[in-house]
């Protein structure tokens, strides 16, 4: 089985702080993980990814997240947030390159001015 | 290249009656799976496809069929809709050779009263 938390429902920052949305994952096996953003009334929108190699990925709109093995974490990183990045952060996890991803519950991020 | 393709967008259904989600990809992806999205609950996989003539089931597939005839197409099938699937339905897509992250369509919100 695999598995994904968020442990936080809601993430508030100042716009130009830095941020930091946390994920952890129970997965057997090598762990493919993946965040993606869904904006109101949106389908969601792939971020980055994480396969293997360097523990920090970097994805779109300045986003990176890095990888920790030990503590199985993949967190969410932005060194100086934008009120655009506003939104709903999920992550995800597969095993290997099998189709299924399981979500986690979701993280709302706010920014504000 | 219009991507991932889900109609209709919105539906209002009887309890009881029965009715076929849309689904279809332009990008020659393998893999293409169903998820619904609920408040508080992420998005759980219904179910999914790793090629033509392949299917499994995910998280949650009681009440619903799927068939996937051609690499582009993936219909949702409600056999007989019920209040409990009011939800958010997105379909998403990616290739096989390489663990990408999904793309995925735009949702279609359904209601059944």
């Known amino acids: 089985a695999q598995s994904v938390a968020q442990p936080e429902d809601q993430v508030n920052v100042a716009e130009g702080n830095p941020l930091t949305v946390k994920c952890t994952y129970s997965?057997?096996?090598?762990?493919?993980l993946f965040w993606y953003v869904q904006y109101p009334n949106r389908g969601l929108q792939f971020l980055l990814k994480y396969i293997t190699g360097d523990n920090l990925v970097k994805g779109s709109y300045g986003f990176e997240a890095e990888f920790n093995k030990s503590q199985t974490s993949f967190h969410l990183k932005k060194p100086s947030a934008l009120v655009s990045d506003s939104a709903l952060y999920f992550c995800a996890v597969s095993r290997s390159n099998a189709g299924k991803s399981t979500f986690g519950d979701g993280t709302t991020l706010t920014v504000k001015p | 290249n219009a991507g991932v393709t889900q109609t209709p967008k919105f539906q209002v259904l009887k309890t009881g009656q029965s009715m076929t989600l849309q689904c279809a990809q332009d990008?020659?992806?393998?893999?293409m799976s169903w998820y619904r999205q609920d408040p508080g609950m992420g998005l759980r996989l219904i179910h999914y496809?790793?090629?033509?003539?392949?299917?499994d089931q995910g998280e949650v597939p009681n009440g619903y069929n799927v068939s996937r005839s051609t690499t582009e197409d993936f219909p949702l099938r409600l056999l007989s809709a019920a209040p409990s699937q009011t939800s958010v339905y997105f379909c998403?897509?990616?290739?096989?050779?390489?663990?990408?992250?999904?793309?995925f369509g735009s949702g279609t919100r359904l209601t059944v009263v």
């Open positions: 496809s790793v090629g033509a003539g392949i299917t």
């Open positions: 997965v057997s096996g090598n762990p493919y």
């Open positions: 998403a897509s990616k290739p096989g050779t390489y663990n990408y992250g999904y793309t």
């Open positions: 990008m020659n992806h393998e893999y």
